[in-house]
């Protein structure tokens, strides 16, 4: 039998053809807005890429100039480290020298009491025995009592002189021997 309705059979396998194309046609417009959404989310992610590339260039830098400060502190300490132990040498030095000025401090008052006691004391026997040989009687006995103690005073004032010269030689001595004390540490 032959078809009696050819351009029917045509017809359908036309509209199956149209539908399979419109079929097509939303799947190649669903791809094409899932491409749109791809690229989307691409230039995204390429934006957050350049941002995270910039911030990890600022960490970066941010980094360096903390090694930088770090490494100006470190010399900074250690410019304070020296001035610390320069400060401690010199306090040491201002103690001995504290220490030396006290003996010698000491050893002035010494030789104030020694001038004041033993210096005064035959000098004025000798100034009172002058005064008795001016106003008393010129009897040889006399005047050689008074000789014997202007002698004994003179022989005391020799002593005491010889032991305040040995005193200023022993204190000479000491500031001679911190000097080169001083010269051999510094």
Known sequence: MKNIFPDRKFSIKNKAKEKCADELILANKKLLFQNLQKEKQA?????????????????????EELFLANKELVFQNHEKEKRTMELMVANTELNKTQEYLKKNLFALEEMMFMVSHNLKQPIATILDLSNLLILSENSPSKLKISIKYIKQSALSLNDFSKELNSLICFLKQQGNNRIEFEKKAG
């Open 43 to 63: 230039e995204e992610l390429l934006k957050a890429i350049e941002k995270l590339e910039f911030q990890n260039k600022e960490k970066v830098k941010s980094a």
